[in-house]
């Protein structure tokens, strides 16, 4: 395999499936092939029930540049539609989905990063949502999420501006969650994921649907609360000072 090639790269270990954006010449920039590889990939990576949290991050020392403009002019068909359908497959992933960000993270970088559960960067990252840079009108979905995450102001200043900002600005709005050491980031990723990947299922994927503002499952999530043995398993794990061993699974 050509390294230097645009791919989506991915693997899965100790149930944490890792998604690598790489692109090497472009700061990983997303081709029109890379967002529509990234839900079929997405599809597959959720029905395999190793997979209990996702991690998105890009090759070396950048996490995404946005789209590749160039390869986004060939006919692959609405660049937007692309990068939109990417997004909320990634968004509606069933498990706990983390962004891990390195240098920048532009345009459909942020796009992509802000439709993940979780963002960690490092420090030194800059982060961009640049349609005002181009003349292009942002998804409304898109806009909307990023108001969700970090309100109003925030979202206008980076739409309207096409400005970068640091890290530390990031964490204050809110669009960032953690902010970590370049050389200690991956040792904080490994760690947390080992705990979200130890948690109750069940527990996750409630609360990721309800914190959504889903609000027609509360009867269906009492059912699987009733129907599964997590919370049992969880009291005597607690009592009996030991690892809980959860069973629950996306589609019990």
Request: aromatic letters at 6%; proline letters at 4%; one cysteine or more.
């Amino acid at each position: 395999m050509d390294r230097t090639e645009p791919r989506l790269e991915h693997g899965v270990a100790n149930g944490v499936a890792t998604v690598v954006i790489s692109n090497p010449a472009k700061r990983n920039a997303m081709t029109a092939a890379m967002w529509s590889a990234l839900p079929v990939l997405l599809e597959r990576l959720a029905a395999d029930p190793a997979v209990r949290v996702l991690v998105l991050t890009g090759a070396g020392d950048t996490f995404c540049a946005g789209a590749d403009i160039s390869s986004l002019r060939e006919g692959a068909g609405d660049p937007q539609a692309l990068a939109v359908a990417a997004e909320e497959a990634l968004a509606a992933f069933p498990r706990p989905t983390l962004a891990v960000v390195r240098g920048y993270c532009v345009g459909g970088g942020s796009q992509l990063a802000a439709a993940c559960d979780l963002r960690f960067a490092a420090e030194g990252a800059s982060f961009g949502v640049t349609p005002a840079k181009l003349g292009i009108v942002y998804a409304a979905s898109s806009t909307r999420r990023l108001v969700a995450l970090i309100g109003p102001a925030a979202t206008k200043h980076l739409l309207f501006s096409g400005e970068l900002i640091g890290t530390a600005r990031a964490l204050r709005t809110g669009l960032v969650d953690e902010v970590l050491p370049a050389d200690g980031l991956d040792e904080r990723v490994g760690a947390y994921t080992a705990t979200l990947a130890a948690r109750s299922q069940l527990t996750q994927a409630a609360a990721k649907e309800f914190a959504a503002g889903r609000e027609d499952r509360d009867a269906y999530w009492a059912e699987q609360a009733r129907r599964s043995d997590d919370t049992a398993e969880g009291v005597a794990a607690f009592l009996e000072q030991r690892a809980p061993r959860f069973t629950w699974t996306t589609g019990a």
